[in-house]
């Protein structure tokens, strides 16, 4: 991205800061304590964040909202303009100092605040922000894959701003609260509880992040300088908010395997409640002793029991469940506590890591992994990306046997007949392009003559996919077949040849990725499908309903659809044959083979009263809404 763009932002941005710095020149009767004005443009802030995906993306496209930006713009600088006349004219030469009665005594206006003090700062805006993407990552993939899930702690987020910077803010009662919150969270984060109870996870992690955000949010609020360095304050929050969120959004995925970031920032808000700290400092050496034998004494037994009396998942949880008791019993020894959350932490981390999940890895695109399941002949191989199943891979297979596909790409399934149809309509396919490559079950569906080409955009899913000691299927069926890298909007416009069937199966835990199925790429597809191919697209999921959303934007190139909503067979392990639905599009009806025909589709007739989805235009809100009619009326 060149400068160009961000030159806006960046003003945006300042303006914030420059405006209170001018409020607190003027001769306003609260000039004299500008800080409440942060809360009131986080006010703004959450209106917007409700406002775009109710009320601006379903009603208007990209050209509108950029013509719509640029008059805001220019409303704005016509705005802070008049502010300038009207506060700049009339200001006062000297800052008035706030009243001692708002919360603490603030130092005289020339004694610029020391080093350490602006570290305090960055600190304190530094956790909160790392929690806001941990604890975003956390939710949406490890406890619901759900649409616009991101928005509940992003809200928070911004409502203790709004909460916190006010002349009259919430006592401190509350914040000796946060161990016991902390301690509930540590065992909810790691333990499964949040899978087996989706609403109970989500409550407890979104309560346990307003806790941490209104403590830290408090503390900045109390801590804040004269309004002579109110410019320098500011500065640091910004970059406390920079340093958190790299933390956790870039940093997080190339040093640990899994989401450790979240229980670590859950330790590290202990540190946020006032005087932790120095009441740290103050306690004897000794007090740690018994802290750590208890700690150490749970984790070694925990690791002797795994896998000789119980499995390991229960080892861990049993030692995460102990270590926070411990906390919450002890919640007045601040020593106490630094060690109880850091032997939680190494429990839901490391433990987890060492003795559960040895086959946890991570990537800029989220967290993969392998789990085994299943008795005897039926025992698989699984590969997880948050709470969705990506692909699984018997484990009792010949090494010399050709892998048979399972899961969603069991040869008869919807995936598995579409292509099968098309081979049969076209005679040979010649090309099969597969975007998303997952375990590569679909290395296996190519006939003698036939050729697949991958196309992944996640470099960790490939070296999983290309290690037959995991999954055999690229390597037992085609271990000669090209993977493209990249994005496939990228990457399958540079094919030379075309496919006779396109399949788009790139998700992203439980969600398609949106420029995937747009009129734009559609129409990048029929480039690169030959004249009697067809476009497979895989739409199994559990909260939007993509049928009419592709059918729509099928019909812009006037193509049909017909869809297969697929079931295990009686008696077959679901891990061979997993339910899934699929869409085929083709030019033609006949071009489509035995799909037609054999009453296991049905054709879908788009809705022309539909906005179709574009690079321009989407709104994630349709789907989810024909989800949920989808379900009532069944």
Not at 74 to 83: E, N, P, S, V, Y
Not at 267 to 281: S, V, Y
Not at 406 to 434: H, K
Request: with cysteine; proline share 6%.
């Amino acid at each position: 991205m060149s400068m160009r763009p961000r030159l806006p932002f960046f003003a945006l941005s300042a303006n914030g800061p420059l405006l209170q710095a001018w409020f607190a020149r003027s001769s306003h009767a609260r000039a004299s304590n500008p800080y409440f004005l942060y809360g009131a443009s986080n006010i703004g802030s959450f209106a917007a964040l409700l406002a775009y995906p109710f009320l601006i993306e379903p009603f208007a496209g990209l050209s509108r909202q950029s013509a719509i930006w640029m008059w805001g713009f220019a409303a704005l600088i016509g705005l802070i303009a008049a502010c300038a006349f009207a506060v700049l004219g009339r200001a006062r030469l000297q800052y008035q100092a706030i009243p001692l009665s708002q919360n603490r005594p603030l130092p005289d206006q020339t004694q610029a605040p020391a080093l350490a003090q602006f570290a305090k700062w960055t600190a304190l805006a530094a956790v909160p922000s790392g929690l806001l993407v941990a604890v975003t990552a956390h939710i949406s993939t490890d406890i619901a894959a759900a649409p616009l899930l991101w928005v509940l702690p992003l809200a928070i987020y911004l409502l203790t701003f709004v909460v916190v910077f006010r002349e009259k803010i919430p006592g401190a009662g509350f914040e000796w609260k946060l161990p016991y919150i902390a301690a509930v969270a540590l065992i909810f984060i790691f333990s499964g509880a949040s899978n087996a109870h989706a609403l109970l996870g989500l409550t407890i992690n979104l309560a346990f992040f307003l806790a941490a955000a209104l403590i830290c949010h408090r503390t900045l609020y109390l801590e804040r300088p004269h309004a002579a360095y109110l410019t320098l304050f500011y500065v640091a929050m910004s970059a406390g908010g920079v340093l958190g969120g790299l933390f956790s959004a870039l940093l997080a995925p190339v040093l640990f395997p899994s989401i450790w970031e979240y229980p670590l920032l859950v330790a590290a808000t202990l540190f946020c409640l006032p005087g932790f700290a120095l009441q740290l400092r103050q306690a004897p050496w000794r007090e740690l002793a018994w802290p750590v034998m208890a700690v150490l004494l749970v984790i070694g037994a925990a690791w002797f029991a795994a896998d000789r009396w119980i499995d390991g998942e229960k080892a861990r949880m049993l030692a995460a469940v102990a270590l926070s008791v411990m906390m919450i019993v002890f919640w007045r020894r601040p020593a106490a506590i630094i060690v109880f959350s850091a032997g939680c932490v190494f429990a839901t981390t490391v433990l987890h890591q060492l003795i559960v999940e040895r086959h946890t890895m991570r990537s800029f695109f989220g967290v993969h992994k392998i789990r085994e399941t299943g008795e005897g002949s039926e025992r698989m191989r699984v590969l997880l990306h948050g709470t969705t199943m990506h692909g699984a891979a018997p484990l009792n297979s010949a090494a010399d046997a050709r892998p048979e596909p399972t899961a969603y790409y069991a040869m008869r399934g919807a995936i598995g007949e579409a292509i099968s149809s098309a081979r049969d309509a076209q005679v040979l396919l010649g090309n099969i392009f597969a975007i998303g490559l997952g375990t590569g079950a679909l290395a296996c569906h190519p006939a003698a003559g036939e050729r697949i080409v991958f196309f992944e955009i996640d470099p960790l899913v490939i070296k999983l996919a290309r290690d037959k000691n995991l999954f055999p299927f690229l390597q037992g069926c085609a271990p000669d077949a090209p993977v493209r890298l990249g994005d496939a909007r990228l990457t399958i416009g540079k094919e030379a040849s075309k496919a006779g069937v396109i399949v788009i199966d790139a998700f992203s835990s439980d969600a398609i990725p949106v420029h995937l199925v747009t009129v734009d790429a559609i129409a990048l597809y029929l480039e690169k499908l030959a004249d009697r191919g067809l476009l497979v697209f895989h739409i199994s999921n559990n909260v939007m309903d993509l049928a009419p959303v592709i059918a729509r934007a099928g019909a812009v190139h006037g193509l049909v659809a017909w869809e297969r909503t697929d079931i295990t067979p009686p008696g077959v392990n679901t891990m061979r044959h997993a339910p899934s639905r699929a869409m085929a599009l083709a030019r033609e009806d006949t071009h489509l083979g035995a799909i037609a025909t054999s009453g296991r589709w049905r054709k879908t007739e788009p809705d022309m009263r539909r906005r179709p989805w574009s690079d321009e235009y989407s709104t994630i809100l349709e789907p989810v809404f024909d989800y949920r009619r989808k379900r009532v009326s069944q």
